[in-house]
């Protein structure tokens, strides 16, 4: 009898949180009764590169052996908005919220919850003001520069920013030098993009420090995938999050008029 009891124990407390060895993530949404949502580790949390979470009835329930203390968690919603957040070896992380109000939604058990924006940052640089000087960038004053940020537990933030630096290094190598900053936080995470041999000027830069960072808060950066594009002189002439859209037609006429 004594056995049973620890028995039940057991399994109670293995059922209200999480086991050291592994990570349980579990949640419930309104107004969302059946779906499926991708979940991504980019340090190795989950085991494969992409996972499903399911959600039946409103809820859903999954779990995961880890073999470090620390993990980061990307969950993409059908819209593409995503939930980032850090949850240690054992952790019982319970998620709540309304399908109609995805920002709202409330997180449990994480050890932090990684912000797609600061909103406590100094104005964004702005398209025609000098970009503030930092110990950080290497600008030469001779070629226009291509700054792009990203992180790995945003979600396509890096696919994005590497395609950009290796259009524009291939392209315009006469006269654009480019910078890859990364927002990672592990200490143990890839901090550069993997870039081809014609890429290799690309600058690259990573403290482990998130939004924290220096550069992010001198430069107002509140999103990512961002990039900003400066002339020789350090004036912004382009930025978003849009290569094709915001940064290359400025790249297009930089070109026609060095042809002319």
């Known amino acids: 009898m004594r056995s049973i009891f620890l028995m039940g124990i057991l399994l109670l407390l293995a059922a209200c949180g999480g086991q050291k060895g592994k990570v349980r993530i579990r949640g419930a949404f309104d107004n969302l009764p059946q779906a499926d949502l991708l979940l991504y580790s980019p340090d190795g949390g989950i085991g494969t590169i992409v996972d499903t979470l399911h959600i039946k009835k409103g809820k859903f329930d999954y779990r995961t052996a880890v073999d470090e203390e620390q993990h980061t968690y990307v969950i993409i919603y059908p819209n593409y908005m995503t939930l980032s957040f850090q949850a240690h070896s054992g952790a019982d992380v319970k998620i709540k919220g309304d399908a109609f109000s995805l920002a709202q939604v409330k997180v449990e058990g994480a050890d932090a919850i990684l912000k797609d924006e600061r909103g406590k940052s100094p104005a964004p640089v ?11 960038v290497r600008h030469d004053g001779k070629h226009y520069l291509l700054l792009g940020f990203w992180a790995d537990w945003k979600y396509g933030s890096n696919e994005i920013v590497g395609n950009a630096i290796r259009t524009t290094l291939r392209e315009y190598s006469d006269s654009v030098r480019a910078f890859s900053y990364s927002l990672n936080l592990e200490s143990k995470a890839r901090n550069t993009i993997s870039f081809t041999e014609d890429s290799t000027q ?59």
Do not use: F
């Open 202 to 260: 690309c600058q690259t830069y990573c403290d482990h420090k998130g939004w924290k960072g220096e550069l992010l808060v001198k430069y107002g950066i509140r999103n990512i995938p961002q990039m900003i594009l400066v002339n020789p002189e350090g004036i912004v002439v382009a930025k978003g999050s849009d290569y094709r859209k915001d940064i290359y037609p400025t790249l297009k006429k930089i070109n026609s008029a060095q042809i002319e």
């Open 126 to 136: 702005a398209i025609g003001k000098k970009l503030p000087k930092s110990k950080i």
